[in-house]
């Protein structure tokens, strides 16, 4: 990957990019200092939400973490980086924010994002589809995800879009850093758009009638109101 000649604070302090890892969320982990951006071309065991595998082939997509240190690192981290994502990809097309913080282009999955934290230290792995072919994703995935290039039918650099995203993490980094963790909780939560509406997880079923300050959903049901932390939402049409 070329040089991305980043202007930024704290993201980006150093680059390290490798042709294979097994998880950059995982050397982050162990090995990351402060703004530290790991890349890896291919990941043998890259990891989503629930422990779930992460799809991380050779030369398609993008793969990496941030390492950031500080007690506090971690908080409001997803809702910063779903939005540098979204922000990122404007260029090139329409991105949505799913609740809690995937990335989706016609409605199919092109980002996903993963904050984990251990000794001290916080890691912001995110993947990006890029290159992929619907026949390149192993065949359970290919209803549910695309590429940024079959979702617009148009090329994209790897190198520029890492460099934006880059670019607008740091901002949202800084924001936070700053003591601006509500403006940036609320702006996430008004992109992922689902106040009023009728969302199922799971058997539950309920009205979204907001989210509250640490981003879970509250769901008016026949029960009362449910906060739902995380889990696979679906929209309910027509109830």
């Known amino acids: 990957m070329p040089p991305l000649n980043l202007d930024t604070a704290i993201v980006g302090s150093h680059l390290l990019t490798f042709d294979e890892l097994d998880s950059t969320n995982t050397f982050a982990l162990r090995h990351g200092t402060d703004g530290m951006v790991i890349v890896a071309d291919s990941q043998t065991a890259g990891r989503g939400r629930y422990g779930r595998a992460w799809h991380s082939a ?55 994002i993963l904050v984990e934290r251990r000794h001290g230290r916080t890691a912001l792995g995110i993947g990006i589809n890029v290159h992929h072919r619907p026949e390149d994703f192993p065949e359970p995935l290919r209803e549910k995800a695309a590429s940024l290039e079959t979702a617009t039918g148009t090329a994209w650099n790897r190198a520029e879009v890492l460099r934006a995203v880059l670019t607008h993490l740091d901002r949202q980094v800084m924001l936070l ?62 109830v």
């Open 58 to 112: 050779p030369g398609l997509g993008l793969w990496f973490s941030v390492a950031l240190e500080g007690h506090d690192a971690a908080e409001g981290l997803a809702f910063g980086a779903a939005l540098a994502v979204r922000e990122a990809l404007r260029t090139g097309c329409h991105p949505e924010i799913k609740w809690p913080n995937d990335l989706l282009v016609h409605g199919k999955k092109v980002c996903g």
């Open 177 to 238: 850093r700053s003591g601006k963790y509500e403006a940036v909780r609320r702006a996430w939560a008004d992109a992922c758009n689902l106040t009023g509406r009728r969302v199922r997880c799971g058997g539950l079923v309920g009205t979204v009638a907001g989210v509250d300050g640490r981003g879970a959903l509250l769901l008016d049901t026949y029960r009362g109101v449910q906060r739902l932390v995380s889990g696979e939402i679906a929209l309910v049409e027509g």
